[in-house]
């Protein structure tokens, strides 16, 4: 990291926590948590412009200055990660020459890097990728910086190949069937290419029962692996997981389940540098309720259904912040809340479900990943990019809600507080003028 970047990534908790006048990079989507060593991953960057200054500066003459550091235990001001340089970090990452490092009409720019060294090269140190603007080999103090999400470079990927046991619409009833009914799910390593990679020896798994949402599941009794699985993989870079869960999703806030596969890193910490996985959820039922099921359910039929979904964007605050407790500030945090809610909710809204088989039968193809909403069950492949939620997916409805009217009603509200406190602004200035 050169000394520039480094001095504006020790600057950037001096600066104010929330500027609506601040331009800011953004990185969409995240890269995957997991990354190949010496294979090419594409970084989308976003150049934010607030709508107050979009006359304002030009922003052609912007380029990006990208760098490697390492993630640290500190968190800045406002939950900002703290980063840490990598001594010699430039060798470490490699900027393809197919990157455009200047922002196109649609104000994004496609870097192509690719990471040289794994994790377990650092002491398995979580990477980061942090991005910043330059104007003429500057750094633009005008626009800030954005830094990726933590990152783990790996030489292998656990994947699952198949998941079986569970109902279509991913349910499991587990008191039905029988104290041996189980899920399996089948389990392959592979490397960079998807093809399946050749272990020098066993490697022990461990598996840990999690929420859809991520957290981690308390009570650890609630997964039971049988013991009639591998519960490794074989020295042919295959393996398999048998488990009950133990309790109903009704227990549990109506959450699904997930179990995260992870090699044994105490069995033999090499294999850091192996990725875990995480298995698609299950909402787990104790039995096949009576009552009929719900037949035909209608597709989705909300406004948005017959046009282009909109991205849901935070809205952009413009105004000058006020101090704490007044009108204006609620709103602030009203807002920056809101736009969390909904770029966490739209990170949520395709999770990886499995892959699509290859044409000859010969098992999964890695390069065509199958994504299901958490919410609804739904599940879409890479080339049915038009797929539809249903009628009652709240993820959906949460995110077409908040862009075609609560960012409206947020929007007006926020106009109503501002030209409220100018006016009482006004009246002040008068009557101490007048005294
Ligand atoms: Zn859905």
């Known amino acids: 990291m050169s000394k520039r970047a480094a001095a504006f990534a020790q600057s950037d908790d001096k600066r104010p926590k929330y500027d609506g006048n601040d331009m800011r990079l953004r990185i969409s989507p995240m890269p995957s948590t997991h990354l190949f060593v010496g294979h090419p991953f594409d970084l989308n960057v976003f150049l934010d412009v607030p709508e107050a200054r979009k006359h304002g500066a030009p922003t052609n003459d912007v380029t990006l200055h990208v760098d490697l550091m390492y993630v640290t235990e500190e968190t800045h001001a406002g939950g900002a990660r703290g980063t840490a340089p990598i001594i010699g970090s430039a060798s470490l990452l490699e900027i393809l020459p197919s990157s455009s490092s200047q922002f196109g009409a649609n104000m994004c720019a496609t870097l192509k890097l690719c990471i040289k060294d794994t994790s377990k090269d650092h002491q398995n140190r979580d990477f980061t990728v942090v991005v910043s603007a330059l104007r003429n080999g500057a750094v633009a103090d005008d626009i800030r910086m954005v830094v990726s999400n933590p990152l783990k470079v790996v030489k292998f990927k656990l994947v699952i190949a198949e998941m079986t046991g569970i109902d279509d619409d991913g349910l499991w009833y587990k008191d039905q069937g029988g104290r041996d009914k189980a899920i399996s799910l089948k389990l392959q390593m592979v490397d960079k290419d998807g093809s399946v990679a050749l272990p020098s020896q066993r490697i022990p798994l461990r598996c840990k029962l999690m929420y859809g949402n991520g957290n981690a599941v308390g009570n650890t009794n609630l997964l039971k692996i049988s013991p009639e699985c591998s519960q490794q993989i074989n020295e042919d870079g295959f393996g398999d997981i048998k488990y ?192």
């Open 244 to 435: 009950r869960i133990e309790d109903v999703s009704k227990n549990h806030q109506k959450n699904s389940f997930c179990v995260h596969v992870c090699p044994d890193f105490k069995f033999n910490p090499a294999f850091t540098d192996i990725a875990p996985v995480l298995s698609p959820p299950v909402n787990v039922k104790s039995k096949v309720s009576k009552r009929p099921k719900q037949e035909n359910k209608q597709p989705y039929s909300y406004a948005a259904d017959t046009m282009p979904k909109p991205e849901p964007q935070p809205l952009k605050i413009t105004g000058p912040r006020t101090g704490p407790g007044s009108p204006q500030q609620s709103m602030h945090k009203v807002i920056e809340w809101a736009g969390m809610v909904i770029k966490g909710i739209e990170s949520m809204e395709w999770v990886l479900y499995g892959y699509e088989h290859q044409a000859d039968g010969s098992g999964a193809d890695m390069s065509k990943p199958i994504y299901r909403c958490p919410a609804c069950n739904v599940t879409k492949s890479a080339h049915k990019q038009q797929t539809k939620h249903q009628t009652d997916c709240f993820i959906a409805q949460i995110m077409l809600q908040y862009s075609f009217e609560v960012y409206h009603h947020l929007a007006d509200l926020l106009k109503a507080v501002e030209s409220n406190s100018e006016d009482q602004n006004q009246t002040m200035g008068e009557s101490s003028s007048s005294s």
